[in-house]
């Protein structure tokens, strides 16, 4: 019943051409933010997939390191023990450290990560190896796979006809007791193999070996290592499996998940989304304003029509309710038109990338989106609160005319 007497002043013509005119404008500011913030919403999903995407290239599901130091003791028995969970579907042993490369004039600080055989199959390195091959050699005869940053400022070149000379690597030796800061190095030579392309952030930073070469260089222990890097079974729970983890390897390791390993990046995500989101809101509550000026006209309109509900017995509870599904009537038309115009906007730029990227990316050059079903529940709620609130004084002050007819 209240939305029959909402939908007909709706529609109905005034006195005063005006109060059709600011409804319009109040419907159409409306669905203006609320298209608004649901492609924004969208846009900022797409980006996420996207340096998700990347970033499960090179971070593992789980990695373990230890609580305390840069190094840890894992003996057989418990990389047997890790072997056996069923939700571990690969892991590899990892030996890292700051090195410095120096080719020629050229000196090149890294993080140079030495890494078992299975570190192919955890991580997209190997193919986003764009030049050369992925290949970290043996011990005896380690080769050098790093980011193309990297290769870049060590002067690298894989063109098979004019290959690169053996590096040398300079690395600090563990547990060095010797006062001459030169004697606490250690330098070996490692032949390059190839470089990748993922991130910039990985690309001027790691270099990827062997681990052998790693822990001989440092004096690492026969056990002993810097982390361990899993992959899981693909319906495994994260949270579950690092608390399994953490239970059975004991006090002296932490357990991370692919999203504490990055947790800052998450967070400032996160928080870039909300607070653009927050600053789109405030169009919304622009729009409450003509709305408020909308009813508060309707409400002088219809002083009439009140005086006759009243005699017929409505109550001031009634009348309230008329009002306040006036006020939602217009913030549900804005809300569903707005979100009806990102959905075939969102479509669109799926389909036919319409919008594009400046600045030539060598990943991809439009703006990726992604509908997810509830960010358009949050914008309708956001939309429909503020309607709610807006109408509240209008219908207010209509629930409590004075009654009388002239």
Known sequence: MYLTFAWRYFKAKKSTHAINIIAWVTVSVIAF????????????????????????????????????????????????????????????????????????????????????????????????????????????????????????????NFDAAFPNEELTVILPKRNSLNNDPLQSLSEGFIQPSGSFAIQQEFDDKYAITNIGFVKQQMGFGADEYSAVELNLAEKADPKKEKEKLANLLGNHFKVLTRYEQNTSLYNSMKLEKWAIYSVLTLILILAAFNMVSALTMLVLEKRKDISVLQSMGASERSILKIFLSEGLLLGTIGTVAGIGMAIIICGLQLKFKLIKLSGGSFLLDYFPVKLIPSDFILVALTATAIAFLAAWFPARKASRQAFELK
């Open 33 to 156: 933010a609320t298209c608004c913030q649901v492609l924004v919403l969208s846009v900022f999903n797409g980006f996420e997939d996207l340096v998700k995407s990347l970033y499960s290239s090179f971070y593992t599901d789980i990695k373990i390191v230890p609580a305390a130091g840069k190094t840890f003791i894992l003996t057989a028995g418990q990389i047997a023990s890790l072997k056996k969970q069923p939700a571990v579907k690969n892991f590899s042993m990892i030996a890292e450290e700051r090195a410095l490369l120096k080719n020629y004039d050229a000196r090149t600080p890294v993080y140079l990560k030495g890494v078992d055989g299975n570190y192919e199959k955890l991580t997209g390195v190997a193919a986003a190896t764009t030049r050369g091959k992925y290949a970290i050699g043996t011990t005896e005869k380690p080769f050098l796979v790093c980011g193309s940053g990297i290769q870049n400022a060590a002067s690298l």
